[in-house]
C-alpha cells in the first residue's frame, strides 16, 4: 500500500496505481470508503481513457 502511495505523489497523473492502490485497500480489509476517495481522485488526476473506465467501473461496483 506505501508503495503505491508513493507512486501517486511522484507521478499523480497515474491513475493505475489510484486504481490498484483501492483495489488493495478492499482486498486487505480496507475501507470501502477509503477506497472509493482514491478512485474518484485517480478519475480527477488521469486522462487516459481505459483507466478511466476502469476507475469508473471499480466506483460502480461499490455501488450496485
Known sequence: IDLYRQ???????RGTAYL??????LESGG???EAKR???????ATTNPE?????QQALD???P
Open 61 to 63: 461496483s461499490l455501488n
Open 51 to 55: 483507466t478511466i473506465t476502469q476507475l
Open 38 to 44: 482514491i478512485w474518484q481522485r485517480g478519475l480527477k
Open 7 to 13: 507512486a501517486i505523489k511522484a507521478e499523480p497523473d
Open 31 to 33: 475501507s470501502t470508503s
Open 20 to 25: 490498484n492502490l483501492g483495489n488493495l485497500i
